[in-house]
T-cell receptor, first 117, second 114 residues
Framework: AQTVTQSQPEMSVQEAETVTLSCTYD???????LFWYKQPPSRQMILVIR??????QNATENRFSVNFQKAAKSFSLKISDSQLGDAAMYFC??????????????FGTGTLLAVQP | DADVTQTPRNRITKTGKRIMLECSQT?????MYWYRQDPGLGLQLIYY???????NKGEISDGYSVSRQAQAKFSLSLESAIPNQTALYFC?????????????FGPGTRLTVL
């Protein structure tokens, strides 16, 4: 069965600095998708960035980028120039890509990021 | 207006009561999901539906039932609520036509069972 592990329950970063959140996953599939979701105090789950496993290039969305290491099954999120609004719980998630599947997202347990002014 | 809405946003109820959580979407997506979030456990899938006539159990469906009244509406029911069903509940939608098929979440319903 696929699993997603986030080994950092909490992280802290100074405003304007860079922080990296770790995520590892376990799967026997070769084709899949990986996601980072942000959950601020409002509780809304917001998609931050996604990565297709067949793409070697790391995804980037403005200040957010990932370091996708397929062989190591690692998918870390880097937040550059951290802002107070980045403070939230961050979840890493995996989804297999085969057709007809549940499209079920498998989530990690989350990393709570605090941004210090 | 939000694309995925959930009602109520917060609910406190007593053990043994029947509770219905509702989800509506204006995204035109065919797939809908119900997740439960507990502290320290991430989100777990309760039920999912690929269309109005297709409903499937997720990994933690015991004690829950669902109804897909229309493509845009997917309700979750707790027939007889118990305290360990206290959690944050999320509805999500996705479109099978999308390559990535990413899921979009509603704002969540915080349910407390006393």
């Amino acid at each position: 069965a696929q699993t997603v592990t986030q080994s950092q329950p909490e992280m802290s970063v100074q405003e304007a600095e860079t922080v990296t959140l770790s995520c590892t996953y376990d799967t026997s599939e070769s084709d899949y998708y990986l996601f980072w979701y942000k959950q601020p105090p409002s509780r809304q789950m917001i998609l931050v960035i996604r990565q297709e496993a067949y793409k070697q290039q790391n995804a980037t969305e403005n200040r957010f980028s990932v370091n996708f290491q397929k062989a190591a099954k690692s998918f870390s999120l880097k937040i550059s120039d951290s802002q107070l609004g980045d403070a939230a719980m961050y979840f890493c998630a995996y989804r297999a890509s085969y057709g007809g599947a549940t499209n079920k997202l498998i989530f990690g347990t989350g990393t709570l990021l605090a941004v210090q002014p | 207006d939000a694309d995925v809405t959930q009602t109520p946003r917060n609910r406190i109820t007593k053990t043994g009561k029947r509770i219905m959580l509702e989800c509506s979407q204006t995204k035109g997506h065919d797939r809908m999901y119900w997740y439960r979030q507990d502290p320290g456990l991430g989100l777990q899938l309760i039920y999912y539906s690929f269309d109005v006539k297709d409903i499937n159990k997720g990994e933690i469906s015991d004690g829950y039932s669902v109804s897909r009244q229309a493509q845009a509406k997917f309700s979750l029911s707790l027939e007889s609520a118990i305290p360990n069903q206290t959690a944050l509940y999320f509805c999500a939608t996705s479109d099978h036509r999308g390559m990535v098929n990413e899921q979009f979440f509603g704002p969540g319903t915080r349910l407390t069972v006393l």
